[in-house]
């Protein structure tokens, strides 16, 4: 069964975002064990984490987070990366945008309201059109071709919105984003893991990784005000 740890607490500067308390994110079906994989994540309420100005990813990305939904009555987004974004625009439904200025692939997730569950994501640029895969909990559910594409322009990026509108309500953590098709086996694979779990492989090609899970300076350093990029240097600011 998946659920939060019963003891949330927020604490310090971060007590409008950041929540800790070994969080339950996961349940090995095969070994039958419940694993934390996280020590706290991210919670928005009306909030964003800003990741700046971002241009395009390239002709391949994959984006991955673990989320729990309070509602999603705002069309909650997940993550906003240049000019792409995943967003819930209800409790089982989830958008996919190549490029927010065009069309939309849309998967049907079992009602989230309540509950983890992980988001894969995979967008291929195939000529004109962008070749798009949904997975819940590492099930692929949704197969579709938009004719829209990532563009280069840059555009602001952030975690928690869409610039400053389509706020997510509930919590985000172990946010992953590649410029690469991760294939299913790897998307179940990065699911069972934070950063310090991936393998070399699993690296490949990622572009950033948020834990989501302790309060930092906007550069990543150890402070107040900002979330680590523990892959590089896309760190984001509290806002």
């Given at each position: 069964m998946?659920?939060?740890?019963?003891?949330?607490t927020?604490?310090?500067?971060?007590?409008k975002?950041?929540?800790?308390?070994?969080l339950?994110?996961?349940h090995n079906?095969t070994?039958?064990?419940?694993?934390?994989?996280?020590?706290?994540?991210?919670?928005?309420?009306?909030?964003?984490?800003?990741l700046?100005?971002k241009?395009g990813?390239g002709?391949?990305?994959?984006i991955?987070?673990?989320?729990?939904?309070?509602?999603?009555?705002?069309n909650?987004?997940?993550i906003?990366?240049?000019?792409?974004?995943?967003?819930?625009?209800?409790s089982?439904s989830l958008k996919?945008?190549p490029d927010v200025?065009?069309?939309a692939?849309?998967?049907t997730?079992?009602d989230i309201?309540g509950r983890?569950v992980?988001?894969?994501v995979?967008?291929?640029?195939?000529?004109?059109?962008c070749?798009?895969l949904?997975?819940e909990?590492?099930?692929?559910?949704r197969?579709?071709?938009?004719?829209?594409?990532?563009?280069?322009?840059?555009r602001v990026?952030?975690?928690?919105?869409?610039v400053g509108?389509s706020?997510w309500?509930g919590y985000?953590c172990n946010?992953?984003l590649w410029?690469?098709?991760?294939?299913?086996?790897?998307i179940?694979?990065?699911?069972?893991?934070?950063?310090a779990?991936?393998s070399?492989?699993?690296?490949?090609d990622?572009?950033?990784?948020?834990?989501?899970d302790?309060e930092t300076a906007?550069?990543g350093?150890a402070?107040?005000?900002?979330v680590k990029d523990?892959?590089?240097t896309n760190?984001?600011?509290?806002?």
């Open positions: 998946l659920g939060l740890g019963s003891n949330l927020k604490g310090g500067a971060g007590a975002t950041i929540v800790t308390d070994s339950v994110l996961k079906y070994g039958g064990a419940v694993q934390p994989l996280s020590d706290g994540a991210a919670y928005f309420v009306g909030q964003e984490i800003d700046g100005s241009s990813l002709s391949s990305t994959t991955t987070a673990w989320v729990w939904a309070k509602d999603v009555t705002s909650g987004a997940i906003t990366f240049g000019d792409t974004m995943v967003r819930f625009n209800s089982t996919v945008f200025g065009g069309g692939s849309t998967g997730f079992n309201i983890w992980h988001v894969g995979t967008m291929t640029i195939n000529g004109s059109n070749d798009v949904i997975y909990d590492g099930a692929l559910i197969a579709e071709t938009e004719t829209s594409v990532p563009s280069t322009d840059s990026s952030s975690i928690g919105s869409y509108n706020f309500s985000i946010v992953g410029n690469a098709t991760l294939s299913q086996a790897q179940k694979s990065i699911m069972n893991k934070n950063y779990g991936l070399d492989s699993e690296k490949t990622l572009v950033s990784w948020w834990n989501l302790e906007t550069d350093t402070g107040t005000g900002g523990y892959h590089s760190h984001g600011t509290l806002s």
